[in-house]
Structure formats: structure tokens, C-alpha cells
């Protein structure tokens, strides 16, 4: 079924133009865990779907590029 839907959604031209929007959003000042204390929230704002990265403060744009590369956009 998995296998299914993702040739569906790779085969959908509706489905590639659904991640168009997103919002990056920075929830910090967080108590540290395995030295990670921020979180990097990525949402598509026509499905709602949302991915949540664990990163560090302080960060560069060039982290987070490099993180959004590495987990959101290779996904999609």
C-alpha cells in the first residue's frame, strides 16, 4: 500500500505542486537534550503537514538551509 501511494504521488502533477508554501517557524529557549535546544518547524500550508528538526542555538542560515535540505526537501 505504501509502495502504492508513493508512485501515485510521484505520477500526480497536482500532488508535485502541493508543496509550494511552506513556513519555517523556530521554537527555542528550550531545556537542552543531547545538546539540542531548539526546534525548526516546517509546514506545508496546503496539506498541513509539518516536519520537526532538532538543531542548536545559535544556528547559521546556512544550517538551517543545509537541514531543510536534508530532511524536508529530499522527501519531496
Not at 39 to 65: E, G, M, N, R
Request: one cysteine or more.
Amino acid at each position: 500500500m505504501r509502495q502504492h501511494v508513493q508512485d501515485f504521488v510521484a505520477a500526480c502533477s497536482v500532488c508535485q505542486q502541493a508543496w509550494q508554501v511552506v513556513t519555517l517557524d523556530f521554537i527555542e529557549g528550550l531545556p537542552s537534550s543531547s545538546s539540542y535546544n531548539c526546534i525548526l518547524v516546517v509546514v506545508d500550508k496546503f496539506s498541513k503537514y509539518a516536519h520537526f528538526i532538532k538543531l542548536t542555538h545559535p544556528f547559521t542560515a546556512l544550517k538551517v538551509v543545509k537541514l531543510y535540505m536534508d530532511n524536508i526537501y529530499k522527501l519531496h
